[in-house]
């Protein structure tokens, strides 16, 4: 008897093993896989997150020129060629654009695209303006304003990547076509539009960094008014904002690098020398090492730093700065601006105005009558001709 129940017992648990079969084996590679997938991500998304090291702006526009890089160039070269190697950075650093990802580890990265933000609206403010530095219309730079002011976030076709690369190839195009021989940017045509415009851009920033503090009080340094700040920004999107700050301050201090160098006699005739370089070292301030690994958000002279008080100090300073260039710039030095026409009308002044009319002029008569009188003595003897 008890045999036969030992064979039911044995005949029921191979019917169970067959409905409900043990498949623990599986899972384990599966989560094996899985936390190699995590650690790989997390390499990367540590990775990418590492923004690009400044470039040089004249080796760039070497570069960029190609075999033309050694021969002559208009003004507005070093411009042109800064504004692409920028864009360009967007899509050559480690991991290429991240703003419209979709997928792992992009998606979960939010201070690299937030830096990638403020490097495009810095690119766009340039783009806007060039066509105003220009001598005349210009397609190639209608083009590259034009692609940059496409939508951030778009994945699906025409990506972001997609504008921006015929961005980059626009403004290659128009650096083709800037030789000795064709016409440049105008000396300090528009300069003072883009710093205006670059401060105003500041000056948000450091409005929008500054609505982070808890305590108003704290902002009097700054002298930010309470009233224009912005609605305070959530704790989750104080790092958002900062890393915003430092792509502004990476792309405009590059560009303002290839400005001068276009603009040199322009910022020299103007006198803004000192303060274009005070401009520079303000911004090359806001990319000091952030040693934190997480953006902090404390209060005087407390435990934890305030980065973002920090970062919309130097804001404030750079926006006061471009905000005094662009008013220092915004008339042209006129021994600089459009010498063609001045030495035209320098040629207009000097030169008598002709009667349609006029009379041929004749020597006075007792000046005639003199030299009628003169008799004309011969020469020397010693100084003869010889006879033949």
């Given at each position: 008897m008890a045999w036969k129940s030992w064979r039911a017992a044995r005949r029921r648990r191979k019917e169970e093993a067959l409905e409900r079969p043990r498949y623990g084996w599986i899972w384990k590679p599966l989560v094996a896989l899985a936390g190699l997938y995590f650690l790989v991500t997390i390499a990367l998304g540590i990775w990418w997150s590492q923004p690009p090291a400044p470039f040089d702006v004249e080796q760039a526009t070497l570069e960029r020129r190609g075999e033309a890089a050694y021969?002559?160039?208009?003004?507005?070269?070093?411009?042109?060629?800064?504004?692409a190697e920028t864009v360009a950075t967007l899509l050559d650093k480690p991991g290429g654009y991240l703003r419209n990802d979709i997928a792992p580890p992009g998606v979960w990265l939010d201070n690299m695209p937030n830096w990638e933000l403020g490097v495009l609206e810095v690119s766009r403010d340039l783009a806007r303006a060039l066509p105003g530095m220009a001598a005349a219309r210009n397609d190639h730079l209608e083009e590259a304003r034009e692609r940059l002011e496409g939508d951030d976030r778009d994945w699906f076709y025409p990506t972001t990547e997609q504008r921006l690369e015929q961005a980059v190839?626009?403004?290659d195009a128009q650096l083709g076509e800037l030789g000795a021989d064709r016409d440049g940017f105008v000396p300090g045509q528009g300069l003072a539009d883009w710093l205006e415009r670059s401060a105003a851009r500041l000056d948000d920033l450091?409005?929008?960094?500054?609505?982070?503090?808890?305590?108003?009080?704290?902002?009097?340094e700054l002298a930010v008014e309470v009233e224009s700040l912005p609605p305070r920004t959530p704790w989750h999107r104080v790092d958002d904002i900062f890393f915003e700050a430092r792509g502004t301050g990476w792309a405009l201090a590059q560009l303002l690098e290839g400005v001068q160098r276009d603009q040199a006699d322009v910022l020299a005739e103007g006198g803004a020398e000192a303060e274009w370089e005070r401009l520079l070292a303000e911004l090359a301030r806001t990319q000091r090492r952030l040693w934190s690994p997480?953006?902090?958000n404390g209060s005087g002279f407390g435990l934890f730093a305030n980065h973002s008080l920090v970062m919309a100090l130097h804001m404030t300073r750079a926006r006061d700065l471009a905000s005094r260039l662009a008013e220092r710039?915004?008339?042209?030095?006129?021994?600089?601006?459009?010498?063609?026409?001045?030495?035209?009308?320098?040629?207009?002044?000097?030169l008598p105005e002709e009667s349609e009319e006029a009379e041929p002029v004749e020597p006075p008569v007792v000046e005639v009558e003199r030299l009628e009188e003169e008799v004309v003595e011969p020469p020397p003897e010693g100084l003869a001709a010889p006879e033949e």
């Amino acid at each position: 008897m008890a045999w036969k129940s030992w064979r039911a017992a044995r005949r029921r648990r191979k019917e169970e093993a067959l409905e409900r079969p043990r498949y623990g084996w599986i899972w384990k590679p599966l989560v094996a896989l899985a936390g190699l997938y995590f650690l790989v991500t997390i390499a990367l998304g540590i990775w990418w997150s590492q923004p690009p090291a400044p470039f040089d702006v004249e080796q760039a526009t070497l570069e960029r020129r190609g075999e033309a890089a050694y021969a002559p160039a208009a003004r507005g070269t070093v411009t042109v060629a800064t504004l692409a190697e920028t864009v360009a950075t967007l899509l050559d650093k480690p991991g290429g654009y991240l703003r419209n990802d979709i997928a792992p580890p992009g998606v979960w990265l939010d201070n690299m695209p937030n830096w990638e933000l403020g490097v495009l609206e810095v690119s766009r403010d340039l783009a806007r303006a060039l066509p105003g530095m220009a001598a005349a219309r210009n397609d190639h730079l209608e083009e590259a304003r034009e692609r940059l002011e496409g939508d951030d976030r778009d994945w699906f076709y025409p990506t972001t990547e997609q504008r921006l690369e015929q961005a980059v190839a626009a403004l290659d195009a128009q650096l083709g076509e800037l030789g000795a021989d064709r016409d440049g940017f105008v000396p300090g045509q528009g300069l003072a539009d883009w710093l205006e415009r670059s401060a105003a851009r500041l000056d948000d920033l450091a409005l929008r960094l500054a609505a982070s503090v808890g305590s108003h009080e704290a902002l009097t340094e700054l002298a930010v008014e309470v009233e224009s700040l912005p609605p305070r920004t959530p704790w989750h999107r104080v790092d958002d904002i900062f890393f915003e700050a430092r792509g502004t301050g990476w792309a405009l201090a590059q560009l303002l690098e290839g400005v001068q160098r276009d603009q040199a006699d322009v910022l020299a005739e103007g006198g803004a020398e000192a303060e274009w370089e005070r401009l520079l070292a303000e911004l090359a301030r806001t990319q000091r090492r952030l040693w934190s690994p997480v953006v902090l958000n404390g209060s005087g002279f407390g435990l934890f730093a305030n980065h973002s008080l920090v970062m919309a100090l130097h804001m404030t300073r750079a926006r006061d700065l471009a905000s005094r260039l662009a008013e220092r710039l915004a008339e042209p030095p006129a021994a600089l601006a459009a010498p063609a026409e001045t030495a035209e009308t320098q040629l207009t002044e000097t030169l008598p105005e002709e009667s349609e009319e006029a009379e041929p002029v004749e020597p006075p008569v007792v000046e005639v009558e003199r030299l009628e009188e003169e008799v004309v003595e011969p020469p020397p003897e010693g100084l003869a001709a010889p006879e033949e």
